[in-house]
């Protein structure tokens, strides 16, 4: 199985920009990369995901390698309210697969 | 709030008992999956359904079952438990438009609030 790997703590200052990385270097060409972050106390909640090009939404940015082995989430402006462990996961035919995660700390 | 319930929040029974965790998915969403987060885990998926079947099926032990009625709510049963099963276990749903093939670019998770099993 495709594994990910991830550190396992990082520090953010408030409203600064945070890259956030993944290694993957076992992907398959189906293997979907996605993100999920698990706030404190609650269930894991939907961050993003894409394939091979970039991809944007309102909470994140992820760039993709071109040879798709590793990729990174963005935080565009680090809240305190991001403070979270971020997965990064590859899922293909519905085996969602976490890791350890990365443990976001964000500092005021 | 996900818009998937999960019931009861807490649990606390003895080891060899049997519980019945219950999860409502969201509505319109047709898949149900199970996670164990426990310390020395992490988070693991345990099983899914689709639509009443099973889909897929990860490190669930043979203590555990789960089945998805008609009305699409999930059920994991946990038997003969030990201390070992302490953990909090997730519920999660996704619509799952697609019949087959890869179904990632479609799956967003949503994830309910958990259950905390307690085994003394």
């Known amino acids: 199985d495709a594994k990910t790997t991830q550190p396992n703590s990082m520090e953010s200052n408030e409203e600064e920009p945070v890259h956030l990385p993944c290694n993957h270097s076992?992907?398959?060409?189906?293997?979907?990369i996605h993100w999920y972050r698990q706030l404190p106390s609650q269930g894991p909640e939907y961050v993003i995901h894409?394939?091979?090009s970039n991809v944007n939404n309102r909470m994140a940015s992820l760039a993709i390698a071109e040879d798709r082995k590793s990729s990174t989430l963005i935080l565009h402006r680090a809240t305190l309210r991001d403070a979270a462990v971020y997965y990064c996961?590859?899922?293909?035919?519905?085996?969602?697969?976490f890791g350890a995660g990365t443990r976001l700390t964000v500092k005021p | 709030d996900s818009g998937v319930t999960q019931t009861p929040k807490h649990l606390i029974t003895a080891t060899g008992q049997r519980v019945t965790l219950r999860c409502s998915p969201r509505?319109?969403?047709?898949?149900v999956y199970w996670y164990q987060q426990s310390l020395d885990q992490g988070l693991q998926f345990l099983i899914q359904?689709?639509?009443?079947?099973?889909?897929a099926k990860g490190n669930i032990l043979e203590r555990f079952s789960a089945q998805q009625f008609p009305d699409l709510h999930s059920e994991l049963n946990l038997s003969s438990l030990e201390l070992g099963d302490s953990a909090l276990y997730f519920c999660?749903?996704?619509?799952?438009?697609?019949?087959?093939?890869?179904?990632?670019?479609?799956?967003?998770?949503?994830f309910g609030p958990g259950t905390r099993l307690t085994v003394l």
């Open positions: 999660a749903s996704s619509v799952n438009p697609l019949a087959g093939g890869n179904l990632g670019s479609y799956n967003e998770q949503f």
């Open positions: 076992t992907i398959s060409g189906t293997d979907y």
């Open positions: 996961i590859l899922y293909n035919n519905n085996d969602m697969r």
């Open positions: 359904y689709y639509n009443g079947e099973e889909r």
């Open positions: 894409g394939l091979t």
């Open positions: 509505s319109g969403d047709l898949s």
